[in-house]
């Protein structure tokens, strides 16, 4: 029989020995065939492990290295050494390349290591290559094969292979993997996929703004939709609007040439809410001329995104005329509550209501069913930021009447303006009622006990703000950290209370300073002595900002902003000569001469 087999030789040979009678002889040939030939493929893989667990298994005579057949890959390299032919390191490197686990892969490199003293830089590779494969996907295990490549042998791998590490890292959100991975793709190799891989395993910031500014350096070649959305997440997810800007400019031909309509909304969406993030409204306004000429200008959640940057300004006129080319039908809760948040923010309480009451009327009448609780939520949200507590009260209670489940944002809705205005019956009823809410969540209880807290304060009784901080911190609940982001020479930075960045630390000085100014000319606007004192995460981030010679400022915070950086915000406008657009979770707030566009409804 000949040593040297065909690929076509390998299933009838297979066959004709898949009997009950084998001879030694005959067996040692096939397997001695299969492993030197180019016939290894997975079906001869399949009838190799098939035939090596039958009951005419081998049997081991002479003087053998290891008298018992190991597991896993290592049988074949027994094997072979049974035949008495010679183990080489490409036939260790070829079953790497076929290991169903990372222990047999692991098993293979550690043979190597005994048999040669030395694991060849192919075996790292391909093992590496096969533990990232969907049918392992352990792409710590592979990075760290390639880090152990020999510096002088990188530039022989195939990009293909750090490449599939990236891949399957970004999958699983493997952060580390990932950036070994794609710092072995030779920069001048990496394609913008790539770069959108790493940033979807989680980069940190400043590492995300550099590789994506190298990436759009470039225009855009065999580009989709996913690459440039993820980039369009990016600026998202860390509020720059400015690098956003870049981005959707970069991917201008990709928005002009592809078919994938989808892709082109979803992409839009995000830069519609991008772009009304920079509060400068007038963005918005010329991306929605760019949406109309592309021809989905009359998508519902184009329309619907537009709707939500529209209110968060306050903008109320603008926010009905396009509610208004919407058809009944095709509403949803989410439009609805754009256009209640628009009526919200310009203090129109009565008029969002009755709004409300009509739409409801219309659609009761149509058999449609686009009425939530969030609908409710944001009218009892319009009253009470007036102060107007009974009629929010009464707005409750009709959405309990419509048989409307109430959740823990609507009592929350009513608590946090109680603090505004001193009232203490209304902020207990409102306390009372979110402790029975199943949904709350601890982080809601804990900011409710500290509102409750602050509520009692302001009315006087001192007795009853401790014992809610003594109730919450025995109960183990903690608030939310407020943190406002600001963008400065195309780097975020992220402040918190009393807290600059680490970063930051040459300019601590430099913005104590500019406190300290600031302290002294609130002291004499007449503002309140909170406005004055207070070294909140949005004043921080201001007044570095300030420091910066920056005179359009943008800030973004996690929470909603409080009444006295409301009020310090705006007098600085007037000391600084400055504009300040400070997006907070319910409204974008556009403060310049002393003045806010929300009128001091926040």
């Known amino acids: 029989?000949?040593?040297?087999?065909?690929?076509?030789?390998?299933?009838?040979?297979?066959?004709?020995?898949?009997?009950?009678?084998?001879?030694?002889?005959?067996?040692?040939?096939?397997?001695?065939?299969?492993?030197?030939?180019?016939?290894?493929?997975?079906?001869?893989?399949?009838?190799?492990?098939?035939?090596?667990?039958?009951?005419?298994?081998?049997?081991?005579?002479?003087?053998?290295?290891?008298?018992?057949?190991?597991?896993?890959?290592?049988?074949?390299?027994?094997?072979?050494?049974?035949?008495?032919?010679?183990?080489?390191?490409?036939?260790?490197?070829?079953?790497?390349?076929?290991?169903?686990?990372?222990?047999?892969?692991?098993?293979?490199?550690?043979?190597?290591?005994?048999?040669?003293?030395?694991?060849?830089?192919?075996?790292?590779?391909?093992?590496?290559?096969?533990?990232?494969?969907?049918?392992?996907?352990?792409?710590?295990?592979?990075?760290?094969?390639?880090?152990?490549?020999?510096?002088?042998?990188?530039?022989?791998?195939?990009?293909?292979?750090?490449?599939?590490?990236?891949?399957?890292?970004?999958?699983?959100?493997?952060?580390?993997?990932?950036?070994?991975?794609?710092?072995?793709?030779?920069?001048?190799?990496?394609?913008?996929?790539?770069?959108?891989?790493?940033?979807?395993?989680?980069?940190?910031?400043?590492?995300?703004?550099?590789?994506?500014?190298?990436?759009?350096?470039?225009?855009?070649?065999?580009?989709?939709?996913?690459t440039f959305g993820s980039f369009l997440k990016f600026c998202n997810k860390f509020h720059n609007g400015e690098l956003g800007k870049k981005v959707w400019k970069w991917g201008e031909s990709i928005r002009n040439t592809s078919t994938d309509r989808g892709g082109l909304v979803a992409t839009t969406i995000l830069a519609i809410l991008l772009h009304g993030r920079t509060g400068d409204i007038s963005l918005s306004h010329d991306l929605w001329r760019e949406i109309v000429s592309l021809g989905i200008s009359k998508e519902t959640e184009i329309l619907g995104a537009m709707l939500t940057v529209l209110a968060a300004h306050g903008n109320i006129e603008e926010t009905k005329k396009m509610f208004s080319t919407i058809s009944l039908d095709r509403v949803d809760p989410q439009m609805l509550t754009s256009v209640l948040n628009a009526y919200s923010h310009c203090g129109l309480a009565e008029e969002a209501w009755k709004f409300f009451q009509n739409i409801k009327e219309e659609l009761d009448k149509s058999g449609g069913d686009s009425i939530d609780i969030q609908n409710y939520n944001t009218v009892v949200d319009a009253f009470a930021r007036k102060g107007e507590f009974k009629k929010a009260f009464q707005v409750v209670e009709t959405a309990e009447q419509s048989g409307l489940k109430l959740d823990s944002v609507i009592w929350m809705t009513i608590l946090g303006p109680c603090r505004q205005y001193a009232e203490i019956e209304p902020a207990k009823q409102a306390f009372s009622k979110l402790q029975e809410m199943e949904d709350i969540t601890q982080e809601r209880l804990a900011a409710a006990y500290v509102v409750m807290a602050d509520i009692y304060r302001i009315c006087g009784d001192n007795d009853s703000c401790e014992r809610m901080h003594k109730e919450r911190l025995e109960r183990g609940l903690v608030k939310l950290r407020g943190a406002v982001t600001t963008t400065v020479k195309g780097i975020t930075y992220t402040f918190h209370v009393d807290d600059i960045p680490v970063e930051l630390g040459e300019h601590t000085d430099q913005i104590n300073t500019k406190l300290d100014e600031w302290t002294i000319w609130l002291s004499s606007r007449g503002v309140s002595t909170e406005s004055i004192q207070c070294r909140h995460s949005e004043k921080l981030a201001l007044a570095f900002a300030v420091c910066e010679n920056e005179k359009e400022i943008t800030l973004r915070k996690n929470l909603r902003i409080c009444a006295a950086c409301h009020e310090a915000s705006m007098q600085i406008t007037l000391l600084e000569g400055i504009k300040i657009f400070h997006w907070d979770r319910n409204r974008v707030h556009t403060m310049e001469d002393g003045k806010c566009s929300c009128g001091g409804y926040f």
């Open 1 to 226: 029989m000949s040593m040297i087999l065909k690929l076509g030789c390998v299933t009838n040979i297979s066959n004709k020995y898949s009997s009950s009678v084998r001879s030694s002889l005959e067996s040692r040939v096939i397997f001695h065939n299969i492993f030197v030939s180019d016939a290894f493929s997975p079906r001869n893989l399949n009838w190799i492990r098939c035939f090596s667990n039958s009951s005419h298994r081998v049997k081991r005579k002479g003087n053998l290295l290891h008298t018992k057949s190991r597991p896993g890959m290592l049988k074949f390299i027994d094997k072979l050494e049974k035949n008495k032919e010679k183990v080489r390191p490409e036939f260790l490197t070829s079953l790497a390349n076929k290991a169903w686990n990372v222990q047999e892969i692991k098993d293979i490199i550690e043979e190597s290591q005994i048999r040669f003293g030395q694991v060849p830089w192919q075996l790292l590779c391909c093992g590496a290559n096969r533990a990232a494969s969907f049918s392992i996907e352990d792409p710590a295990f592979a990075s760290s094969l390639l880090l152990r490549i020999p510096q002088d042998k990188l530039h022989l791998m195939f990009e293909a292979v750090p490449r599939r590490i990236l891949s399957c890292a970004s999958h699983l959100n493997d952060l580390q993997s990932a950036k070994i991975a794609f710092d072995l793709i030779p920069s001048e190799k990496r394609t913008p996929l790539d770069v959108a891989r790493l940033i979807n395993a989680g980069i940190e910031v400043q590492r995300g703004y550099e590789i994506i500014q190298e990436a759009i350096s470039v225009p855009p070649e065999d580009v989709g939709f996913q």
